[in-house]
């Protein structure tokens, strides 16, 4: 039997091709499908083998179902020949089989023997047929035929008897056509029946069928031959079905008696790879389904005809598969065609994740791809597998859903699509769930499942528990992550024994939980590895010890030959009758202990809570809500209707209520002010409104609070790294907009909400994207509904997105959790358009436009985090934890109350707790539910809700008899409802009571019932009863409306309420209905919150915990804090409130709020109090915003909130610290227990003006939290952490995603924000219909996630994120520029101002007195030059060592115009080839020259070098080899082109390559220039890197350290060279020497925009002053450049602009003074004034006042102005001073008096240049030196040939010693001291003689080295009239090679 076949069937192959045959056999209409197979056959390829597959294979005999006639079968689908093709001995690879050609003359036809006689079923089941003794007649298969049975007689010995053992080996048959005896082998007597094999013949594999005889006398087909070697197949078992009546196979009656179909379904494994199966013989073996099967047809029924339940009757499983990958749902039927159940996505059951399973085992419809079931195959479940439906019958009339099936005729159908073992049949047992009331739901253990025939609608097989029996599949890696080995896993007996325990010690209320049994199979792993050896005759011994401790709810059998025989057993005891039921076990584990194959089990679940249950929980939401509506549509409810006509006291409800309503005789019950027994006219009551106080009624006002402001910043923080991350993924510099759109699931309320949100926050204003009084009405166009119109609003948006490239848009999908469906799974179920949102936010268009940012905003985000999810893990922004944001706050201050603490308000210990399970209810629930075993369970519950809430009615007006009837907690609620209006001080306001019904039928019932039964009572105006579906608008009568336009004080009449806050205050019944709760949020006045309906199916925790979210809200600090006893101060929050609002006021505070009432407010919590929804409404009151009135939300119980914000500090002393006042305040209407206590005040009588005249603060109206009544399940598991059960978050996040392997770490409840998300995205994978199963591999770099519990307030943070977006792209086209006034002189009345102000005139210039004062602001801390007309005032002076930290400078923020100049940030599309080098370029590009000259003040020959890039070589003049760069090409002072600027450009710049605005393309308007950037030599490579298109002019090393002075020197020096080198090569070719442009502009790196003052007319310029405008560089250098006889001015410049220019105009429009940051130098006539080349500060004001003494020319043009960036970074920033040697880790800082020295002292040498000690010590310690100067104008300190600054407190008197130079005339000046510092030849003692000095003035000289310092000294026969000592000489504190300065200090004698 070692043979093998050649046809390999590939299983990815074989599934695909399943799939599309199955699409294809039931999308035709003819029924007529086409041939798959053939496509199956591949190439021989080694099967991987498998161990069981090894084990040797025992035949078995095929017991017959007794009783069950067999007739002839036409469509048993044998897919069963599937299962041997892959039978092989051994592992080796199968072997093409050779079949002997058939001897000449033979007939070969098909169907026929070689002597052509015919042997097919068809033909000869009448004729009468000879079987000899011991034989029998069996049905063989031919692949060539596979529609027909051939008869054959078969010696009974070689075949297997009922157990499937005992069959000899080898054969013994007889043929039936001709006769012809004594074949003894398969071989040859297959050949004789022509079944023409491509494989080994084998009889396992051929011989198929027993056959029977009929009642007719006909042979028909029978059961299955049991050959037990197919004992683990690769192909996954399936449901074939069967009606009761019949076993197998449609019947020829049902066939309309024909035979003449070809009905004999194909065979797989036999038909050769050339062979094609005929087209008829797919999967259903009648050719026209639809006219011959009348049990098949509502397969073909319409689409409409979804709920049709169409069930087989004969259902097989097998054991379950590892299916189709991870979700792998092979399609069964096609949806649109058959539905078994709700059609819906998910595939609902505790494990889904990865439990493959075979539909057979679900009950619902086929879903999209289901999963095989069997250990190690990858084969799907072939296509006729009808899945079990868990609550379905079997076939049925289009009425009954849950119901037995209808009398019908008997249908023997037999769908036998499945290659399964031959195991064993189990017959389900006629009425099975109307006998026993239970429908046993059968879990899959380990092994193979026998095959189910009969009434199998009243079984479930779940696959619930399988995955945490599959530990063995588990990856090395998932292992490794878990800290297992392969070693650690458990055998199958130990998986039975923790099974046995775990159901054990469940409770009665409880139900198996997958992840519960996977945590103690991971914790029995971990503990005990491999587990204790157990041996087979142990196994039932422990199994039952194990079971003995439940009580009898546990009980175990144990069987040796199969599973299906335990089954039978067990459900036969259970049909047999109602005198076991007393008894019944809640589960039967069952064992079956088998040598061959090993223990299998599986567990029986007759419990029938636990049965109801499960099969419940395997439908997902939207198939058990078209399960309830199916049911309330057929009447199958009916029963349960007319239960519920009687009261619980057994009278006609509706006659009672007939009856008191003619008693009452139209009078109705006060609405308020009154007591349930007070009546009056209903007219009257209709007219009464309530007492209203019309100053009480403060609309709500809109705050940020501290924790929304720290989100919006954290999500801007992700924006900006997401922009920075380098991968232009995101350029926020070129946005100058921002515009949003929120998409919200499909309800009209939360576009309210949202809208109203929007309003209220003002943010429409703030982004400048609607003015203010258009605002209101066009908020709605920024939220949008994601329902049927969503593409329309989404093309016009995505439209705008791609006009605006300039704008940055924001898509806020909010509550994105909600129907994440793919687009492409997206049929259209249950009413819903599925895969919306997948559709809008993933198309193409939103990934790919990059000025789209999309912000997916999310409660539950745990079906957005799974391993491929779309948003990366670090775009995720998780709202703090409440644990992080309590402060020692006041017991009035509201803190968010949510899930986790619902979860631990468990253990307050307090009497009526907030989180409570009506026990009452449910037994009451546990009693129906037995009696109607047909009905959905949520059916049962809503009838019992609506006749509780009906007769606590009824009791509380009518009838108190019925008191004792209805459970405490409805009547608590009910009674609270109607009594709370008519409390004192209440002013006729109420509660909400909040019902929650997801099925829109049972809730439109439940608001029809009582609204009648209210009206009937008199109850119409006491309170109001509101249906809140998603689809729909609030709909209010009248009287209630005008109720709250009189409680808000609005004077509109047509106002209404349009969300669910609008309704505060009014006593109302909300029933909620709809699949999901949307988000919305109710008002303060929600005091319950009845959740009775969420049960079992509410098994995933984003499903469970959403509905407990809907109680979520803020409550005040102090009914916390109260019953949990833990009255810890916590650290203070208030403060840290306060200043975290006010840090970052610049950003979040747009100018358009008036922001000023939140900046005075202390502690966050108190104004919260204020917000009548303390969620999502915290927002800062905002001037911005105009609602209309309707749209203002008053606030009630805490009215006088509002007005505190001016008065918080004093509030919360009073609110605090005076408890007292608490007894005498009326009931509190919020407080949250059922009854009121007096000792809970509300502010609600309490006038607000006490708060605002006095002061003084009443206690505010304590805000507790909602209650919340639960179903015991749903509370089992928020209690977990505190119950034995396993808590919500445990669960499966989200039915669309599955765990991503049967074993994972515990989830603990501290797992929060990042880390849970890590979690979910390690252990969870999208299902197939989820939109992110097919998502790209990378996440999107423009999507984030923000997260945040329910109602916690996320809406106000997005809205607030949005406007702190918009101020920050504002910030960044803004600029801080310098805005410090100059120092201005006095006004000299004989200036007349010149006629001409566009040009200088040469001559008036050179009439205007030269001021010699620094008076820029930079100036402000050097000291002042003396002249005639200094400024009265001295500057301020701090004094030394605060100077180390420099005063912040005043800056202004300006919006950049477009002739800005930019740093290396800027992109853009005009100037990326100015900046950034093209793709091609690469830095080689640059050349590199050396340019050599000799510096006559250097003395020495300097070498610089220039780089220039290729395209910029244009400006230079090279050798004629190209290899020697010569000059710099200037042009001619007389060329007169208007597009040139003929001055070269040089920016001295350091540390700054990406800050310095080196980008002056704008500011030059793209005209062309010569830019040159001076750079040290050590920071080229950086400058290169970031401006590889500028010429850089690289100085020496020797000035690496030196300062700016240096690189100014360096430039004028290299100009004045070039200047001669360009006049030689120019004049060589003819031009004057003269006529050379002599101009450069040195510029520095902080200049960014220029502007020009022109002054109005006359008239107008008193009032308007000047005209301001933005101007180019450019426009400004062309303008100098043109000036009349420019080349006799020496240096041109313009003023610095301050914000006071805008006002007065300049006093005159040329002046001659300082220049400085920007001046255009003639360097031909200042060729002999050199910029101090050691200096480091104030080089400019030196070479200024040196080139104004040698008679030249400055002139400054004061029309124009430059604005100067504040650049934080690089520049001439200090030195940081340190010490030469550390041996100090941290030293102190060092202070500037330490930085000279007296030579050769001990003191710590530091190490920075001698010059900058200097020149720091001068500037901070001169008036050690000059005592007599410090703040003495009137007596200066000379300083000859150079300028220091030796502090602001000092007036320097500058005198130039050159002859011919113009000085001061000091005539009659008396000097305080001289400073002589590095003086040169041309200072003499003659000259010093002429200069008077005060008695005690003070001398200081400063040298190079000592030896100069002497001869100095002797050259100027100073000690002629000064005295020295030795003491007063010093050095800068350097040591020697750094070659310090050395100067001598003296006194004038």
């Known amino acids: 039997m070692g043979n093998s076949y050649a046809g390999q069937l590939k299983s990815a192959r074989f599934e695909e091709a399943l799939h599309n045959s199955i699409e294809a056999s039931l999308r035709s209409s003819s029924g007529d499908p086409q041939p798959i197979f053939t496509q199956l056959y591949l190439e021989p390829e080694p099967y991987p083998g498998n161990i069981e597959d090894m084990k040797s294979k025992a035949d078995l005999h095929g017991r017959e179902p007794p009783g069950h006639e067999l007739m002839n079968g036409h469509s048993s689908n044998d897919l069963e020949e599937l299962e041997d093709d892959d039978d092989s001995d051994s592992s080796s690879p199968p072997l093409p089989y050779l079949q002997a050609p058939a001897p000449d003359g033979c007939c070969t036809l098909d169907g026929f023997c070689q002597a052509g006689k015919d042997l097919r079923l068809v033909s000869i089941a009448t004729e009468p047929i000879e079987v000899p003794a011991g034989f029998e007649l069996v049905g063989a298969k031919s692949p060539s035929v596979p529609e027909h049975i051939l008869v054959c007689a078969v010696d009974r010995r070689f075949l297997p008897d009922e157990n499937g053992k005992n069959a000899l080996l080898g054969f013994s048959g007889n043929c039936v056509g001709c006769g012809e005896k004594g074949f003894r082998y398969f071989t040859e007597f297959s050949n004789h029946i022509n079944l023409k094999l491509s494989t080994q013949p084998k009889k396992q594999k051929h011989l198929k069928y027993y056959l029977v005889k009929n009642s007719q006398g006909a042979l028909c087909k029978g059961p299955l031959i049991c050959w037990k070697d197919c004992k683990t197949r690769q192909f996954s078992s399936s449901a074939s079905t069967s009606k009761p009546s019949s076993s197998s196979s449609l019947s020829s009656k ?44 509502p397969l073909a029924s319409t689409p409409g005809n979804k709920t049709l339940p169409i069930v087989p009757t004969a259902l097989r499983v097998n054991g379950p598969t590892n299916g189709l990958g991870v979700d792998g749902r092979p399609p ?61 019958p079997i076939v049925c009339s289009p009425g009954s859903v849950l119901g037995v099936a209808s009398p019908q005729p008997p249908v023997a159908g037999v769908i036998q699509p499945q290659p399964v073992t031959a195991g064993e049949t189990v017959i389900v047992p006629d009425n099975l769930l109307n006998s026993s009331g239970v429908r046993p739901v059968i879990l899959i253990g380990h092994g193979t499942l026998p095959y189910f025939y009969g009434n199998v609608g009243d079984i479930v097989v779940s696959p619930l528990l399988v995955s945490c029996y599959k530990s063995s599949q588990l990856t090395e890696k998932t292992l490794e992550t878990l800290g297992l080995n392969s070693s650690q896993l458990l055998c199958v007996e130990t998986m039975i024994l923790l099974t046995l325990q775990y159901l054990a010690r469940l409770g009665s209320e409880q139900i198996p939980l997958r992840e519960e049994l996977e945590q103690i199979v991971l914790k029995a792993m971990l503990c005990c590895p491999g587990g204790p050896a157990i041996s087979p005759s142990q196994l039932p011994w422990l199994a039952r010890l194990e079971a003995s401790v439940s009580g009898g709810s546990v009980q175990v059998v144990v069987t040796h030959n199969s599973l299906g025989e335990g089954i039978s057993e067990s459900l036969r005891s259970l049909s047999e009758g109602p005198h076991h039921q007393q008894c019944l076990p809640t589960y039967v584990v069952i064992i079956c202990t088998n040598k061959m194959s090993g223990n299998e089990f599986c567990v029986l679940v007759l419990g029938k809570y636990q049965a109801r249950a499960l099969a ?45 309503q003619r008693r009452r005789k139209g009078q109705v019950i006060q609405p308020f002010q009154g007591d349930v027994t007070d009546y009056i006219h209903s007219q009257e009551a209709a007219s009464m409104s309530p007492p209203s106080d019309r100053v009480e009624l403060l609309n709500k006002v809109f705050q940020i609070y501290p924790t929304q402001l720290s989100v919006a910043r954290s999500l801007l923080s992700q924006v900006c790294s997401i922009a920075d991350s380098g991968t232009q993924n995101l350029d926020l510099g070129r946005f100058c907009k921002v515009d949003f759109l929120v998409l919200v699931p499909p309800s009209h309320i939360l576009v309210h909400q949202t809208a109203q949100r929007i309003r209220q926050s003002g943010v429409l204003v703030d982004l400048g994207i609607e003015d203010a009084s258009s605002a209101c009405q066009k908020s709605d166009k920024y939220v949008v509904r994601l329902d049927a119109d969503v593409h329309v609003k989404m093309e016009a948006f995505m439209r705008k997105v791609k006009q605006n490239p300039y704008t940055l848009f924001v898509l806020i999908h909010d509550n994105s959790h909600v129907d994440l469906t793919s687009a492409l799974s997206g049929s259209v179920c249950h009413g819903e358009l599925q895969g919306l949102a997948d559709r809008v936010v993933n198309c193409q268009e939103v990934l790919d436009a990059m000025n789209l940012l999309v912000l997916q905003v999310s409660c539950f985000p745990y079906t957005l985090q799974t391993r491929q999810s779309r948003i990366s893990i670090h775009n995720e922004v998780h709202w703090p934890s409440s644990e992080s944001q309590q402060g020692e706050q006041s017991p009035n201050d509201l803190m968010y109350f949510g899930l986790r603490d619902y979860s631990s308000s468990l253990q307050w210990g307090v009497a009526s707790p907030i989180l409570r399970c009506d026990d009452a209810f449910e037994k009451m629930v546990h009693t129906l539910l037995e009696r109607h075993p047909h009905l959905h369970s949520m059916v049962i519950r809503s009838y019992l809700l609506i006749q509780q809430y009906t007769e606590a009615m009824m009791a509380l007006t009518s009838s108190p008899s019925l008191r004792d009837h209805i459970t405490p907690e409805t009547l608590a609620m009910v009674e609270d409802l109607i009594n709370a209006p008519s409390r004192e001080g209440s002013q006729g306001r109420g509660h909400m009571l909040l019902v929650r019904v997801p099925s829109l039928q049972l809730a439109m019932l439940a608001r029809e019932r009582l609204e009648d039964v209210r009206d009937k009572l008199g109850l119409q105006l006491c309170f109001a009863v509101l249906l809140g579906s998603p689809a729909t608008e609030l709909n209010l009568p009248r009287n209630f409306t005008s109720r709250l336009r009189a409680w808000r004080g609005c004077e509109n009449e047509d106002w209404v309420p349009h969300t669910y806050e609008d309704l505060e205050g009014l006593p109302c019944i909300v029933i909620l209905t709809g699949k999901d709760p949307l988000g919305e949020t109710f008002p303060r006045s929600l005091k319950y919150s009845d959740l009775r309906l969420i049960d079992s199916s509410y098994l995933t925790r984003t499903a469970l915990e959403q509905e407990v979210g809907l109680a979520c809200t803020y409550v005040s600090m102090g009914v916390v804090q109260e019953p949990t006893r833990a009255m810890v101060p916590r650290e203070s929050d208030a403060e840290k409130a306060a200043t975290s609002l006010n840090d970052g006021d610049e950003l979040e505070r747009p100018q358009s709020n008036g922001s000023a009432a939140t900046r005075t407010s202390g502690s966050l919590a108190e104004n919260g109090v204020s917000s009548s929804d303390a969620a999502d409404s915290f927002q800062k009151p905002s001037t911005s915003t105009c609602p209309p009135e309707g749209a203002l939300t008053s606030d009630v119980g805490t009215a006088t909130q509002g007005f505190k914000q001016e008065c918080d500090s004093l509030g919360s002393q009073f609110s605090s610290s005076n408890p007292s006042k608490a007894s005498k305040a009326p009931p509190s209407l919020y407080s949250s ?717």
């Open 1233 to 1949: 227990s059922s009854s009121s206590s007096p000792s809970q005040s509300s502010s609600s009588t309490q006038r607000p003006s006490q708060s605002t005249q006095c002061g003084r603060e009443p206690k505010p109206a304590r805000v507790s939290p909602r209650t919340v009544i639960m179903s015991r399940a749903a509370y089992n598991l928020l209690a977990g952490e505190s119950g034995s059960q396993l808590s919500s978050f445990s669960l499966l996040p989200h039915a669309d995603v599955a765990w991503s392997s049967p074993l994972r770490p515990l989830v603990t409840h501290n797992l929060q924000g990042a880390e849970q998300s890590m979690y979910y995205r390690q252990w969870t994978i999208a299902r197939q219909h989820h939109a992110d199963y097919e998502a790209p591999p990378v996440p999107h770099p423009r999507r984030l996630l923000l997260s945040g519990p329910p109602q916690v307030g996320k809406t106000g943070a997005y809205l607030q994120f949005l406007r702190i977006l918009f101020r920050m792209l504002i910030r960044l086209l803004e600029v801080d520029v310098y805005d410090e006034e100059e120092e201005e002189e006095e006004e000299t009345s004989e200036v007349t101002t010149p006629v001409n102000t566009q040009w200088p005139d040469i001559e008036e210039v050179r009439k205007l007195p030269f001021d010699p004062y620094p008076r820029d602001p930079k100036f402000r801390k050097a000291s002042p030059v003396y002249s005639d007309k200094m400024p009265k005032c001295l500057k301020d002076f701090k004094q030394e060592g605060e100077s180390q930290t420099p005063a912040k400078r005043e800056t202004k923020s300006i919006r950049l115009s477009r002739f800005a100049a930019h740093n290396a940030f800027h992109h853009c599309e005009q100037c990326h080839h100015y900046c950034e080098a093209g793709p091609a370029t690469q830095l080689s590009e640059c050349t590199f020259h050396a340019f050599t000259f000799c510096s006559s003040m250097l003395g020495e020959e300097v070498q610089l070098q220039f780089v220039i890039p290729k395209a910029k070589e244009q400006h230079f003049v090279f050798s004629q080899q190209g290899s020697h760069l010569e000059s710099m090409r200037l042009p001619l002072v007389s060329t007169k082109d208007p597009d040139l600027l003929k001055s070269p450009i040089f920016t001295p710049t350091t540390g700054r390559q990406e800050h310095g605005l080196l980008n002056i393309f704008h500011a030059m308007e793209g005209a062309t220039h010569l830019h040159i950037l001076v750079v040290k030599q050590f920071e080229m490579p950086h400058y290169r890197k970031y401006w590889p298109n500028h010429i850089l002019l690289v100085l020496p090393p020797m000035f690496n350290n030196a300062g700016v002075g240096a690189a100014r020197f360096m430039i004028k020096e290299l100009s004045y060279h070039n200047l001669e080198l360009e006049r030689n090569r120019l004049e060589e070719q003819g031009v004057k020497r003269q006529d050379v442009w002599p101009f450069i502009v040195m510029m520095d790196d902080s200049c960014v925009l220029w502007n020009s003052h022109q002054s109005a007319d006359s008239s107008e310029a008193s009032e308007e002053g000047l005209a301001f405008t933005n101007v180019s560089l450019k426009t400004v250098l062309q303008h100098m450049e043109t000036t009349p006889k420019i080349s006799l001015y020496a240096m041109c410049g313009t003023r610095k602009w301050s914000s006071g220019l805008s006002h007065k105009s300049p006093s005159q429009p040329f002046s001659r003074c300082h220049l400085h940051d920007f001046v255009m130098l003639n360097v031909d006539l200042t060729q002999n004034v050199q910029y101090d080349l050691n200096r480091y500060s104030c080089e400019e004001v030196d070479f200024n006042l040196r080139v104004n003494s040698s008679g030249l020319l400055l002139c400054r043009f004061n029309y124009f102005s430059l604005m100067k960036k504040h650049i934080p970074v690089g520049g001439n920033k200090d030195f940081l001073v340190k010490p030469k040697l550390m041996e100090i880790e941290n030293p102190a800082p060092i202070s500037p008096s330490q930085y000279v020295c007296a030579p050769d002292s001990e003191q710590t040498l530091l190490d920075a240049p001698a010059q900058f000690l200097l020149e720091r010590f001068l500037q901070s310690c001169s008036h050690r030196l000059f005592p007599k100067a410090v703040q003495n104008r009137n007596n200066p300190v000379l300083s000859i040939d150079s300028y220091l600054n030796i502090s602001p407190e000092i007036s320097v008197c500058y005198i130039n010693s050159r002859p011919h130079s113009t000085n001061l005339n000091h005539q009659g000046l008396l000097f305080s001291g001289l400073l002589l510092y590095l003086c040169d030849s041309f200072v003499v003692s003659g000259l010093l003689k002429k200069f008077r000095f005060l008695k005690g003035a003070t001398l200081c000289v400063i040298s190079q080295d000592r030896s100069s310092l002497r001869q100095t000294i002797a050259r100027l026969e100073l000690e002629d009239e000064w005295q020295f000592r030795l003491r007063d000489e010093f050095q800068t504190a350097n040591c020697s090679e750094d070659r310090p300065l050395y100067f001598l200090t003296g006194r004038h004698v």
């Open 616 to 660: 419940e929980g395997m439908l997902t939401t939207n198939e058990f809500l078209k399960e309830i509506s199916y049911e309330l549509i057929t009447g199958k409810v009916s029963i349960l209707a007319s239960h519920f006509k009687t009261t619980s006291l057994g009278d006609n409800l509706d006659k009672q209520l007939v009856r008191y």
């Open 254 to 297: 049902e066939n309309g008696g024909t035979s003449g179909h070809s009905s004999s379904p194909f065979s797989l494994s036999d038909s050769p790879p050339t062979r094609t199966t005929q087209a008829s013989s797919v999967f259903f073996g009648s050719q026209d389904l639809g006219r011959d099967c009348s049990f098949l047809k």
């Open 332 to 392: 069964l039927l096609s949806p649109s065609q058959v539905s078994l159940g709700p059609q819906g996505q998910g595939y609902r059951t505790a494990d889904l994740g990865d439990s493959p399973v075979s539909s057979a085992m679900n009950s619902g419809p086929p879903k999209k791809r289901h999963r095989s079931w069997h250990p190690n195959s990858l084969v799907p479940v072939p296509p006729t597998a009808v899945p079990v439906p868990a609550i379905r």
